[in-house]
């Protein structure tokens, strides 16, 4: 175990800065996953535009993927040393330049240069997350953080619908450029009520690779980020085989599909509530509470569907317990891996996010190599209740890992599994 586990700074504590105002911290965040997915009903209308193969305009999402995730990463580290500010600023800077170039890119080429460009904005995640932390202390961070989680989890829902509005009636540019106003409108907010949390004295020395090494040396930075991870590969992998196991019983109609699949975020914004209900108990107990009810519903749903239940209820309302396991594991998860070291809260979000992403995709591929036939049920309840196990024994190394550190007494202080660590 790294020495590194039991650092403990003022951190922990809110500090004397200002706050900013939580609504926001709130629309940074929300900005940070609105461009995801709020272009996609628009893709085929681009793809003719720009007379390019499908295919080509589909890098538009592996591209942004892969920059969001290195975003992700040297973000979180800049606004450590730099401060929450100004990475927040130049973020959403850039993201209002690359909205302007998608709208009036004239080729394919110089379209997905901009869309990735927009991926800029994942800065904004990291700099919100650790900002709420830095200024609320660990019991109000979680509680903050639950309730924003559910304007996080509304942003991606409606974002495809109010896309596909402004396609049909002004085009598919309308979107890029109403990204751009919305960027344009939070940046100038942002200068005005976005307040620098990150203390001069709490900045870390040395080269960048100097702190990552510190966070990967650290058990409890990887009992929260694998737990993050295996969390989000339930999820990804409902994602990919729940249209293949339920559209015979659906009659194949979308609409029932699109219906149905958002049970999942609607028990995220439940989860996300409930975390912030829990945010006076310990972090490692909310992960456990948050990984047993996910464990319990979908172990209810492969005896369903083992039992001959075939009624979509049966299938999807099990499934309600990812969303709802999910919404209580993101704010524990997420402080667990910033009250590591408190002088790298930035870099280490930064970082368990880009790896909780790259750990899902692992997880959701490798399920994928089971779920080749259609209406096998079982099939993808045996494979979610694998990943939603992984993520539960995770949760439950993270409570042993705060609990050796709550033993030990660093600086004559007991540790608080709580509050850092």
Not at 123 to 147: D, H, M, P, Q, S
Not at 240 to 267: C, D, E, H
Not at 357 to 376: T, V
């Amino acid at each position: 175990m790294s020495r590194y586990d039991s650092a403990q700074t003022s951190g922990n504590r809110p500090t004397s800065t200002p706050a900013p105002r939580r609504t926001i911290l709130l629309l940074l965040t929300a900005l940070s996953v609105l461009p995801i997915n709020i272009y996609l009903p628009a893709l085929p209308n681009i793809a003719a535009t720009f007379q390019a193969d499908f295919a080509v305009v589909n890098l538009s999402i592996a591209g942004y993927a892969v920059i969001n995730a290195l975003t992700e990463i040297v973000a979180g580290a800049m606004s450590d040393r730099y401060g929450r500010r100004p990475v927040a600023l130049i973020a959403v800077s850039i993201f209002i330049v690359a909205s302007i170039g998608c709208a009036l890119a004239p080729n394919i080429g110089i379209f997905l240069l901009f869309r990735v460009m927009q991926a800029s904005i994942a800065a904004c995640f990291c700099a919100a997350l650790v900002a709420i932390k830095e200024t609320a202390g660990e019991r109000g961070a979680a509680n903050r953080i639950g309730y924003a989680a559910m304007g996080w989890a509304i942003a991606p829902m409606l974002a495809p619908s109010f896309g596909g509005v402004l396609d049909e009636v002004l085009g598919w540019r309308a979107i890029f450029l109403a990204l751009a106003l919305l960027g344009a409108a939070i940046l100038v907010m942002s200068m005005r009520e976005l307040k620098e949390t990150a203390g001069l004295a709490s900045r870390p020395r040395g080269n960048y690779f100097a702190s990552y090494r510190q966070l990967l040396s650290s058990s409890r930075f990887w009992a929260y980020t694998l737990c993050m991870a295996c969390s989000t590969g339930t999820l990804y992998v409902f994602l990919g085989g729940a249209s293949m196991a339920v559209s015979s019983s659906l009659g194949g109609s979308s609409a029932k599909l699109g219906f149905f699949m958002g049970m999942i975020p609607a028990g995220f914004i439940l989860g996300s509530y409930l975390a912030a209900r829990l945010g006076g108990k310990s972090l490692s107990t909310t992960l456990v509470i948050a990984r047993l009810s996910t464990c319990i519903g979908l172990l209810l749903g492969l005896t369903l569907s083992i039992s001959g239940v075939t009624h979509v209820l049966a299938f999807f309302g099990p499934c309600m317990f990812i969303g709802i396991g999910n919404g209580l594991t993101f704010p524990a998860a997420n402080l667990g891996v910033m009250s590591v070291r408190a002088d790298l809260a930035g870099t280490a979000a930064g970082l368990a996010a880009a790896m909780s992403i790259a750990g899902a995709a692992l997880i959701a591929s490798i399920a994928g190599l089971f779920l080749r036939e259609a209406g096998a049920v079982p099939t993808l309840f045996v494979m979610l209740l694998t990943s939603a196990s992984l993520a539960l024994s995770a949760a439950l190394l993270a409570a042993l890992v705060d609990r050796r550190l709550a033993c030990r007494v660093p600086d004559g202080q007991p540790f608080k599994s709580g509050s850092g660590g």
